[in-house]
């Protein structure tokens, strides 16, 4: 399945950028549904920084799941900010399931005057075979 998803954002490109690849942990309390995101590597060379983020999840997974997943849902976000080009290149790793989820994309941010169009493209793969329990 790919997923398609731009947002607006009143600031500068470079500005929101910079926001997103090295504020993300202590705006978790603005993002609906994730409970909290821990910085678990991060190195840089150049202008590219590799991040590996641990997110927490904050919902509930359905009742029919319960046996199977865990309560709350946490993911590993493998992502790769090239700073030259605005733009994040990242694999999500979950917990359950991991050879049967695929889940990668780009983020884009793109300078639209004095502002920023923040372009989200992904796809995620479900191999049903390996999810078997």
Not at 43 to 50: F, W
Not at 56 to 70: C, R
Not at 78 to 90: G, V
Not at 118 to 125: S, T
Request: aromatic share 8%.
């Amino acid at each position: 399945m790919k997923i398609e998803a731009d947002a607006f954002v009143d600031h500068p490109a470079d500005e929101v950028f910079r926001a997103y690849r090295d504020v993300l942990p202590r705006l978790v309390e603005q993002i609906p549904q994730v409970r909290a995101v821990i910085v678990q590597s991060r190195k840089e060379s150049g202008h590219i920084v590799e991040l590996v983020n641990l997110w927490h999840g904050d919902s509930p997974v359905p009742t029919i799941a319960e046996k199977i997943l865990p309560t709350r849902a946490s993911w590993f976000d493998h992502a790769s900010w090239d700073a030259a080009a605005l733009e994040a290149t990242w694999r999500i790793e979950s917990e359950v399931f991991t050879d049967a989820i695929r889940c990668e994309g780009v983020n884009r941010f793109v300078a639209v005057g004095n502002h920023t169009r923040v372009e989200v493209r992904a796809e995620i793969r479900v191999e049903d075979r390996k999810t078997h329990v």
